[in-house]
Every structure is written in C-alpha cells, then in structure tokens.
C-alpha cells in the first residue's frame, strides 16, 4: 500500500487561508442539509491533565473521507511544547483505502482559523475594522489571519495571560499576508474588547476571558477555545446579548461549555441557538438582520472541517509535487 504523507510545511504550501474558507463553507452546508456523516468526537482523558480525541467524517457531496486523531494538553505550553498534536488520515470514499496521512496540528489551526473566517464573511458587519484576538498561540494566529481575509482590518490587538508570547505573536503575525502592519498588546482583556468590531477567542481557559458588557452593538465574536462541557471561554452576557450561531447544534450542546453552563443554569433555553453556520451558507437562515446586533459565533470543531482541508491540500500537494509517498 502506497501512502503519501504530508508535513507540517507542505500542509501550510497547500492550504491556503483563501481556499480553506471556502472549504468549510461547503462542508458545513453539507453537514446541516443531511449530507454528511460527523459523529459526536470520542473524548479519552488523560490523568486529567489533557484529552485524546477521534473524529471521523464523511462528506456525501464532495466524497471527502477521513478520520484525525488529535490530543490537546493544555500544560504543553509550559514545557515548551505544542497545546496541540494531530494526524488525519484521509481515505478513498469508494473503496476505503488509505490515501494520504497528513500532520493534524497544522491542518487543525487552518481549519480552525477559516471556520471562523466563514462565520465572519457571513455574520460580521462589512466595515468592521478593528479586531480583538484572545490568546497568542498558533490557533490565535490563524484566527488573525482568517479575519484579516474576509475583512479590511485596520487595527489589530492582542491579549495574553502569557505577555511575552503575546509580544512575540504582534512581532511575527504584524504585516503577513492580509494583516495590517502593526499589533497592539492590549493591557487588559476589556481594553482589548472595546470598540472592536470583531473579537476571536483561541484560549484554553475554562473561565470567561472578557467581560461580554463591553461588545458594542453590532459587533462579532468568534468563540473556538473552549471544547468541554466545563469550559466556558465566553460569559453569560457574550451569550445573552448575541445572534448565537453554532458549528452544530448537537456537537454545541454535547461539548460547549459556553453554551452549556447557562443552559443548566437555566439563563438561557436551547432555542437561543438560533441556526448552524451551514444553515446560513444555504440560505435557509439569513444571518445578521441589523448593524446594531451582535452575533457569536460558537465552535467546538468538527471533524468535516477536517475532511474537507485534508482533501484541498492533498489536491493542491498532488499539484504541486509537494509531500512524500511511503509503502506499508
């Protein structure tokens, strides 16, 4: 059996931000018209300091199939190690036969950064100008390069409970690709958040970053941090105040803590969700109605987004003679 294999570079040379925007947007229009497979993730915790997740996807319309395997251990960052391990091994539809293992972490940070750069086309106010972004590792990265995408952002600040990451993410993320030429390390998180058109958080903090009473009207909030049902990354009044938006209503109300928190509290009903991202890239919920409202976007990450990016950068590797092949 002939496997090609994809690295962490020659994930990034085939990936672009662009085309992985685009990508999701299909994915997720399939998953919310019936025309995927995503089971619900199998969680494997680990002495309780981090968790071994398995997700498989099938997409029917595109033929996308594929399952990663991804650990996230928060404490990673202390040892100087990635938060985030991954492999996604992609499969022929048709027959089941492995084609191609590609490395996870970096696929997962792109795919992760154009969901939000999907809801943000399709939720943020066309003007919007000023982005907040919550965390300073590689998802926030992506996420500032997504938003920079679909959006002509004039200002860029940054808030991390590791300041010294947080200069270094504003030094190297200052002036790449769409992002504007310079970052502010904001001082505090409501600092950070006031005035911003758009806010991203990519923590793995289990308690609210930012004080929701500080979103002005119509402003947009991606939420992709927190993946537990005890994590709450963003506040009651973020959730209160917002057009809520999800990846998947089952998969929301399974493992968003955001959500979930509230909802047992009995300060919200399971109709504030208002629609899935794939319910408003096929038109069957419109979305923004003001430019005074504020919408949340609320992801937990599923497993087509990952399908769907492996099969853009194995086609574009294939292309462009990237990766190597290995028998087994």
């Known amino acids: 059996m002939d496997?090609?294999?994809l690295s962490a570079a020659d994930v990034v040379a085939s990936l672009p931000m662009a085309e992985a925007i685009g990508g999701m947007k299909y994915a997720f229009a399939q998953l919310s018209t019936g025309r995927a497979e995503a089971p619900l993730r199998t969680h494997v915790a680990?002495?309780?300091?981090?968790?071994?997740?398995?997700?498989p996807a099938f997409l029917a319309d595109s033929g996308d199939l594929a399952v990663k395997v991804v650990s996230v251990f928060p404490n990673n960052?202390?040892?100087g190690l990635p938060t985030i391990h991954a492999l996604v091994l992609a499969l022929d539809a048709e027959i089941?036969?492995?084609?191609?293992?590609?490395e996870g972490s970096s696929l997962t940070a792109i795919r992760t950064g154009a969901v939000s750069g999907a809801a943000t086309d399709l939720l943020a106010r066309q003007d919007a100008q000023i982005v907040a972004i919550f965390g300073s590792g590689v998802q926030a990265r992506t996420q500032l390069e997504a938003v920079c995408t679909?959006?002509?952002?004039q200002e860029v600040r940054v808030f991390s409970l590791l300041p010294a990451q947080a200069g270094q993410f504003a030094r190297e993320m200052a002036g790449r690709g769409p992002i504007p030429p310079a970052i502010t390390v904001a001082?505090?998180?409501n600092s950070a958040v006031k005035d911003a058109d758009i806010i991203c958080t990519a923590t793995t903090s289990s308690t609210p970053v930012f004080d929701g009473q500080y979103l002005k009207p119509g402003a947009h909030v991606n939420g992709v941090g927190s993946f537990t049902p005890q994590m709450q990354e963003n506040d009651l009044q973020t959730v209160k105040r917002s057009l809520v938006i999800v990846d998947s209503r089952a998969a929301a109300?399974?493992?968003?803590?955001d959500l979930i928190i509230p909802l047992r509290a009995g300060d919200i009903t399971p109709e504030h969700i208002a629609a899935e991202l794939g319910e408003l890239v096929a038109g069957i919920y419109p979305g923004r109605t003001s430019s005074s409202q504020i919408t949340f976007f609320k992801s937990v990450g599923i497993a087509v987004q990952d399908a769907a990016a492996a099969s853009i950068a194995i086609s574009n590797a294939r292309a462009n003679g990237l990766g190597s092949t290995i028998t087994l």
Not at 150 to 153: A, C, E, G, Q, S
Not at 253 to 257: D, N, R, V
């Open 46 to 55: 680990t002495k309780n300091i981090g968790s071994t997740l398995v997700m």
């Open 3 to 5: 496997l090609q294999v």
């Open 77 to 79: 960052s202390q040892l």
């Open 253 to 257: 109300l399974q493992e968003a803590g």
């Open 150 to 153: 679909v959006r002509d952002i």
């Open 187 to 189: 001082k505090d998180a």
């Open 96 to 102: 089941g036969k492995p084609l191609a293992l590609l």
